[in-house]
């Protein structure tokens, strides 16, 4: 059974800098995809960033490209969410998503993946 523990998360003032974990267990990390979502209050689950488990690579969105770095440690079985110059408008509960299919069509949709973490808050406020 493939499950998803995330923490991390706190409240932060704008400009600082979070490290979210995502600790996996019941597969080893580097065969599935993983991506990062966040969702806002009254705002729909978006995707922030995926790891390919094809080749390892990893994408963002427009918004937080420059700023997040998403990575993984093998020997951890855990995907990092580093996240620098955080805004107010990176306010929002996070979560890890996981997949065990060797191709995902739209790495950024929800619906893509099939087994999530509980979630993890995260606060950017003075």
């Known amino acids: 059974q493939l499950q998803l523990v995330e923490s991390g998360g706190g409240l932060v003032q704008p400009g600082g800098s979070l490290k979210l974990a995502c600790v996996v267990s019941?597969?080893?990390?580097?065969?599935?995809?993983i991506g990062w979502f966040r969702q806002a209050p009254g705002k729909e689950r978006e995707g922030v960033a995926i790891?390919?488990?094809?080749?390892?690579?990893?994408d963002y969105i427009d918004s937080v490209q420059g700023r997040f770095t998403i990575s993984r440690e093998i020997a951890e079985n855990t995907v990092y969410l580093q996240m620098n110059s955080l805004k107010p408008e990176d306010t929002a509960v996070y979560y890890c998503?996981?997949?065990?299919?060797?191709?995902?069509?739209?790495?950024?949709?929800?619906?893509?993946?099939?087994?999530w973490g509980q979630g993890t808050q995260v606060t950017v406020s003075s």
């Open positions: 998503a996981a997949d065990q299919r060797a191709t995902i069509l739209y790495p950024f949709s929800p619906l893509a993946y099939d087994y």
């Open positions: 019941g597969f080893n990390v580097n065969v599935l995809a």
């Open positions: 790891i390919s488990n094809a080749d390892g690579s990893s």
